[in-house]
T-cell receptor, first 112, second 113 residues
Framework: QKEVEQNSGPLSVPEGAIASLNCTYS??????FFWYRQYSGKSPELIMF????GDKEDGRFTAQLNKASQYVSLLIRDSQPSDSATYLC????????????FGPGTSLSVIP | DAGVTQSPTHLIKTRGQQVTLRCSPI?????VSWYQQVLGQGPQFIFQ???????GRGNFPDRFSARQFPNYSSELNVNALLLGDSALYLC????????????FGQGTRLTVV
């Protein structure tokens, strides 16, 4: 079992719809959870982070965390063509250092 | 404020050569991490440095080494380059222990021929 798993996609949604991106992780000691957006040929850009169970909203983005189910998701409301990118889930377990594990990413395409 | 800066942005090297990549963190950030990202995959952790000490190392061979300087900038060195080392090398800075969010530089695209 991979440490962090994501649906590889591609996920296609029409403009204006809600895009739902999912991530599961295997290490129950994981403490911090991040979503990065990566455009083709560019570096990852941090868009959301969440530490506690529940929902966290920032503009059109909502991150949801369920530690019992080892599941974290990202919802993008009113999807725009500019949201078309690969979305990376990252999980941190703090030991002697911040051990960061990235998922393989989900490719999102928003169709005008 | 300037973000994380990396140099060079692109590099072409021959098998067997050595390469040094450089990273300057966000002002005030004391931790630098290095990642390797192969096309189609998520970034893979290589090193984390904090306060000039190596705090963590990923599953990479000893050909990979790094260091952090007193001004918190960092270098990643790769010796005896292989074709499989071709990748996007990413540097990220963060502000532990209170904050774990990591911010990435633009990356260095290394091509080994």
């Amino acid at each position: 079992q991979k440490e962090v798993e994501q649906n590889s996609g591609p996920l296609s949604v029409p403009e204006g719809a809600i895009a739902s991106l999912n991530c599961t992780y295997s290490d129950r000691g994981s403490q911090s959870f991040f979503w990065y957006r990566q455009y083709s040929g560019k570096s990852p850009e941090l868009i959301m982070f969440i530490y506690s169970n529940g929902d966290k909203e920032d503009g059109r983005f909502t991150a949801q965390l369920n530690k019992a189910s080892q599941y974290v998701s990202l919802l993008i409301r009113d999807s725009q063509p500019s949201d078309s990118a690969t979305y990376l889930c990252a999980v941190i377990r703090r030991t002697s250092y911040d051990k960061v594990i990235f998922g393989p990413g989900t490719s999102l395409s928003v169709i005008p | 404020d300037a973000g994380v800066t990396q140099s060079p942005t692109h590099l072409i090297k021959t098998r067997g050569q050595q390469v040094t990549l450089r990273c300057s963190p966000i002002s005030g950030h004391k931790s630098v991490s290095w990642y390797q990202q192969v096309l189609g995959q998520g970034p893979q952790f290589i090193f984390q440095y904090y306060e000039k000490e190596e705090r963590g190392r990923g599953n990479f061979p000893d050909r990979f080494s790094a260091r952090q300087f007193p001004n918190y900038s960092s270098e990643l060195n790769v010796n005896a380059l292989l074709l499989g080392d071709s990748a996007l090398y990413l540097c990220a800075s963060s502000l532990p222990p209170t904050r774990t969010e990591a911010f990435f530089g633009q990356g260095t695209r290394l091509t080994v021929v």
